[in-house]
């Protein structure tokens, strides 16, 4: 007597089963199609890691002509390079990417002389750049080689006991060197006491902490360089005299920079910052988290730059030149006159509170057109050396200062991310505890739930 009424009821689940199996299927060919015409990902990583930075976004969406990029490898392993150029492809229509395997086309191959496999050409018009590797600093390494298609020169001054851009000791600048390099600029050293001139390649000059003082010439052709339209880079020690730590006044080169509006003080700053202590630096290390609206450091928000042995700046603008201000130490820093003793009293009240200015860039008006002078001060120099240049956002910092030096704003940003150590150092206490917990307290706690459901309901 129920049959009907049964067969009703399973014609009915039936039906409902078969209407949401092909509601799933639809859902599943509709998300795949969208899938294969939009590229979409949603990267989770805490710095964004897996992303094309900024800077490669900025210099891909104002390409102005086609961009193709070569990739030779074995068809079987065209997926290990896959998902890094399809970013690049999203990112414009003028990026075509296509892939060559180079035992199938030997001809080709032998044609852009490749070597290994697993390499990228980058080729915009006729010029053609290969990547030094795989990654994104390789890739948009090659695009801007290919883009700028001429030598920039960074010339780092020499004979006065500056860094050194072939010291790779903690206090050199080889690092510096290599930085640079992943924007396309040459690095060399020039002595400025054989020859007392700039010479004329220089993109720009970088003065890295001189522990002597310069001699007038020196500071002449400095002045004459910048003031025709050349870029400098002054980072400027206090001048301590601390055992070896014998820094010169450099009054020949600070008086230069006075007449284009920037003092340089003669203290060095004491930061009491507790974030800057949590990050494991000392007083003696300056920690800037906020700054000025100025192209060099516009991209840096939210990014933590540090500066030891520093000493602060004071700026106005010149007849001829026009000074801005890029960033200040912390409301907590202060600063000491006393440069001839290690022991500091920050109580002292002779003392200067904080902010203070520890860095500025400037242009100079030659009076001809389509040539300006440029130059940036920092109060200090080995912000830039081996042992700090990868703080936190000072290889940012450092290579936004060079880019705008060359006029070269469109590289200016942040660079690609570097894998990140988020590992979990633990004490032997910490270790027995998470055991503890994990193998015996939360097993019982889920035990006692249930026996406590149990009870309740028997």
Request: proline share 4%; net charge neutral.
């Amino acid at each position: 007597m129920n049959t009907p009424l049964l067969k009703a009821r399973q014609t009915k689940y039936a039906a409902y089963a078969v209407v949401y199996v092909l509601v799933v299927i639809t859902a599943v060919v509709i998300v795949n199609i969208l899938a294969n015409r939009y590229t979409k990902s949603y990267d989770g990583t805490s710095n964004k890691r897996y992303s094309l930075s900024e800077q490669t976004a900025k210099i891909v969406k104002g390409l102005k002509e086609n961009a193709t990029i070569l990739y030779f490898d074995q068809g079987t392993r065209f997926q290990h390079a896959k998902d890094l150029l399809d970013e690049y492809a999203s990112l414009s229509p003028k990026v075509h990417v296509d892939y060559i395997d180079p035992d199938k086309n030997p001809q080709q191959a032998r044609e852009e002389g490749i070597k290994n496999y697993g390499t990228a050409l980058v080729q915009v018009g006729d010029r053609k750049e290969e990547a030094k590797s795989m990654t994104e600093e390789g890739i948009t390494g090659a695009l801007i080689r290919v883009l700028k298609n001429k030598t920039r020169t960074v010339c780092f001054a020499a004979g006065s006991g500056e860094h050194q851009i072939d010291d790779s000791d903690r206090n050199g600048y080889s690092d510096f060197k290599q930085l640079v390099g992943k924007d396309n600029y040459e690095a060399k050293s020039i002595d400025l006491l054989q020859k007392a001139e700039v010479p004329s390649d220089c993109t720009a000059l970088v003065i890295g902490g001189p522990t002597r003082d310069y001699q007038q010439p020196e500071v002449d052709a400095i002045k004459k360089y910048v003031e025709d339209g050349g870029r400098a880079l002054f980072m400027l020690d206090p001048p301590l005299k601390i055992g070896r730590s014998d820094i010169a006044e450099n009054d020949a080169l600070t008086s230069l920079l006075q007449t284009w509006g920037v003092t340089m003080d003669k203290n060095l700053i004491l930061d009491l910052n507790p974030i800057g202590q949590l990050a494991g630096l000392g007083p003696q290390v300056a920690l800037v988290t906020s700054y000025d609206s100025q192209p060099i450091v516009n991209g840096m928000k939210g990014t933590a730059t540090g500066f030891p042995l520093s000493r602060s700046i004071q700026i106005k603008n010149g007849d001829k030149t026009t000074v801005q201000k890029l960033f200040d130490s912390s409301t907590t820093s202060l600063a000491t006159t006393n440069l001839n003793s290690p022991a500091v009293d920050p109580n002292d009240p002779k003392n200067k509170k904080g902010p203070m200015t520890i860095a500025a860039a400037g242009t100079y008006n030659t009076g001809k057109q389509d040539s300006q002078g440029r130059f940036v001060i920092v109060g200090s120099s080995s912000w830039a050396a081996n042992s700090f240049i990868k703080f936190n956002g000072n290889s940012d910092l450092a290579l936004n200062t060079i880019d705008w030096l060359a006029s070269d704003e469109d590289l200016i940003s942040i660079r690609p991310k570097q894998e990140e150590d988020r590992r979990i150092t633990m004490t032997n206490a910490q270790l027995s505890l998470v055991r503890l917990t994990s193998q015996f307290l939360l097993p019982l706690v889920v035990v006692f739930a249930g026996v406590s459901v149990w009870w309740r309901r028997r």
